[in-house]
């Protein structure tokens, strides 16, 4: 990543923080002379259209981004229900939810799927067709919520 867009990073980083979400993911592409900038944000307790709306209008009033790229094309979104996850963060708004767990623990077969009943910041405890089961963080490659039509 080239130091303008490292320094772009920084600013939205900055702004996505101050607003109380945090950065899920982060790019910078160019198609011709048009620069896009998508940005996936998220909250601990789960993102809301209002917040969405609200850090896209502060990012947009940054004059400094102006100054590092210009012309740019701004998208900023939550992730979607297939989103990995990967992080201590990512989990707690998912208790509850049944979860496909791709994994590196050798008790247990990757991936597995449970139901996700408690979240530490060193593990996962998981019901597993009625056994719970517990998967460290240390073991997750990342998980995803199964979806149940």
Excluded at 29 to 47: A, D, E
Excluded at 105 to 133: A, C, F, H, Y
Aim: negative net charge; without cysteine; glycine residues 6%.
């Amino acid at each position: 990543m080239t130091v303008a867009k490292e320094n772009v990073k920084l600013i939205i980083d900055r702004i996505v923080e101050e607003n109380g979400a945090y950065l899920v993911d982060f790019a910078i592409t160019t198609q011709g002379k048009h620069n896009f900038i998508k940005i996936v944000i998220q909250t601990l307790s789960g993102i809301t259209l209002d917040e969405i709306a609200a850090i896209t209008r502060a990012i947009n009033a940054d004059e400094t981004l102006d100054l590092l790229i210009e012309g740019y094309h701004l998208e900023v979104t939550s992730p979607g229900i297939d989103f990995k996850l990967t992080e201590y963060r990512d989990f707690p708004r998912n208790i509850g939810r049944t979860l496909k767990i791709f994994h590196t623990s050798s008790s247990m077969k990757s991936p597995v799927t449970g139901i996700l009943r408690e979240v530490t910041e060193e593990k996962l405890v998981l019901d597993i067709k009625g056994i719970q089961k517990v998967l460290q963080f240390n073991e997750l490659d990342y998980a995803k919520v199964e979806i149940k039509w």
